[in-house]
């Protein structure tokens, strides 16, 4: 059973760095054809994909967000990480990290968002605010 769990803290200043770890305890992130993706949901408003790292390494991310975001993997841990870099009071949101077949999201025409049924498995979300 492909059990994931989000890690990180709960609470960042704004301008600085947040760094969020995704441990998949239900096989190995290198052996399976999957993608690994971080997902957040502001207060009130919908899933937003925000990037992936697929088995192979390669990585993913939202034009939107690309230019602040970094997604890696520690293969020995079976973890991979998100950072958001110069985060402001709108990045606060509950995170999620998932785990699918493919990357999941759609274009809205302002954004890339996602849908539950997209990924097989889902982490239980950690929330994280922004604010000084």
């Known amino acids: 059973q492909v059990q994931l769990q989000e890690s990180g803290p709960g609470l960042v200043k704004p301008s600085q760095t947040l760094s969020l770890t995704c441990t998949d305890t239900?096989?190995?992130?290198?052996?399976?054809?999957?993608?690994w993706s971080w997902i957040r949901q502001p207060p009130g408003k919908g899933l937003e994909w925000m990037g992936a790292?697929?088995?192979?390494?390669?990585?993913y991310y939202s034009p939107s967000l690309k230019s602040r975001t970094s997604i890696s993997r520690d293969t020995s841990m079976n973890q991979f990480t998100l950072q958001l870099s110069s985060v402001t009071p709108e990045d606060t949101a509950m995170y999620y990290c998932?785990?699918?077949?493919?990357?999941?999201?759609?274009?809205?025409?302002?954004?890339?968002?996602?849908?539950?049924?997209?990924?097989?498995?889902w982490g239980q979300g950690t929330q994280v605010t922004v604010s000084s």
């Open positions: 998932a785990r699918g077949a493919g990357l999941g999201t759609y274009y809205s025409g302002s954004y890339y968002y996602t849908t539950r049924p997209d990924f097989g498995s």
């Open positions: 790292i697929a088995y192979s390494g390669s990585t």
């Open positions: 239900g096989g190995s992130i290198t052996t399976n054809r999957d993608y």
